[in-house]
């Protein structure tokens, strides 16, 4: 399947907001991360990430958030995960990055 993202920087908030419509896979993980840099690059700031309209991440788009969090980890920024699906939230409790991720609407925002 392919992945398609919306962007929007949230002036409220001053986070950038990415929600991406597919799935984070071998064949759209660097797109997705270079999407993300991209717009960070230009004005850095804590994102969220809003998977409303993800369907699944396997391996690499795991590695893929974990090369954005360290990138804003590195820079003091933080990432927020919203609207994950339980198949996607089961795969960060199975792997234990939901201890390293911001899960939005639980207890540890």
Known sequence: MSLNMEVQFDNIENKWVFL???EIDIY??????????????????????DGQNLKYVDSTGLGALIAILKKLKDNDYKIYLSNIKPNIRKIFDI???DKLFIIRGEKDE
């Open 20 to 22: 991406p419509n597919g």
């Open 95 to 97: 792997t234990e990055l």
């Open 28 to 49: 759209t993980s660097s797109k997705f991360k270079e999407e993300i840099f991209k717009h960070f690059s230009s004005k850095e700031t804590d994102i969220i990430i």
